[in-house]
């Protein structure tokens, strides 16, 4: 994996527009990213003073996806004092990238976020589907204190032998990546795991068996929204209620973490 000494400095990111509310940043990668011309890019909200930085990892079965994908949820945690900060990372569609590489991507970003200029005093990370699976990774190797707080929508947290396949994750699985393999390594901090009964992507029996797996006493779930399938926290109706479990999960969170 990748380390800090390898990232160049900030620079702005080459790309068109931003959604509104956001700056556009090189998160770092781009210089040894040739494939995708417009280079990998974070977003980040464009918050005064935020008191937490919401860190969150798009889904797309590391196959497409992009961080735009999750910029509708900016506003109104603005409203609440979280900025939303989203990395971008390789995918199989545009940079002919593997499982891997994703997980090498998300790392360079957890890390590089560590220097991001006015940094809230509380940090969570988090994602959905596969960002989720990808979070966990970097829960896995960060330091104690680097996060406060964990959130997941309908995450992979299975490629083993009876989890998760895709055109990333061969028949065989991949376990030696599954969150479920390690889960005992992952700090225990407070968490809140958001999975639909209706799930027929990625089952939401894979978020009860890494809970079972984790041992985290400090860890929540909740069937949501419910019903609902696979990303229905992206529906705009459901776009409130999302707000409100962000909300719940960081009114445990000490302002100023110990």
Do not use: C
């Not at 199989?92 to 593997?98: A, E, G, Q, T, V």
């Not at 992507?201 to 890494?210: A, D, G």
Request: glycine share 10%; hydrophobic share 45%.
């Amino acid at each position: 994996m990748a380390d800090d000494a390898r990232i160049p400095a900030t620079q702005p990111a080459q790309r068109d527009a931003s959604p509104p509310g956001f700056a556009v940043w090189d998160n770092g990668m781009t210089r040894r990213i040739s494939a995708d011309p417009a280079g990998l890019y974070t977003l980040v909200a464009e918050v005064a003073a935020p008191q937490v930085d919401l860190i969150l990892f798009h889904g797309g079965g590391w196959v497409d996806g992009a961080p735009d994908a999750l910029a509708w949820a900016a506003p109104r945690l603005a409203e609440a004092g979280l900025r939303l900060i989203l990395p971008g990372y390789r995918v199989m569609n545009r940079h002919n990238s593997s499982l891997e590489d994703a997980i090498d991507d998300a790392l360079h970003s957890a890390a590089r976020l560590r220097q991001l200029p006015s940094r809230a005093p509380v940090q969570v990370i988090g994602g959905a589907s596969a960002g989720g699976f990808l979070a966990l990774h970097a829960l896995r190797h960060a330091a104690p204190g680097s996060f406060d707080g964990l959130l997941l929508m309908n995450p992979v947290t299975d490629t083993g032998a009876e989890g998760f396949r895709n055109r990333q994750v061969p028949p065989r699985g991949k376990p030696a990546l599954s969150p479920l393999g390690f889960a005992g390594e992952i700090l225990k901090l407070p968490a809140l795991i958001l999975h639909p009964r209706g799930d027929q992507v990625v089952p939401y029996h894979q978020s009860l068996r890494f809970l079972e797996a984790w041992k985290n006493p400090l860890a929540q779930f909740e069937h949501w929204p419910d019903p609902g399938g696979h990303g229905a926290f992206n529906l705009p109706r459901h776009h409130q209620d999302f707000t409100a479990h962000v909300k719940s999960l960081v009114s445990i969170l000490p302002l100023t973490p110990v």
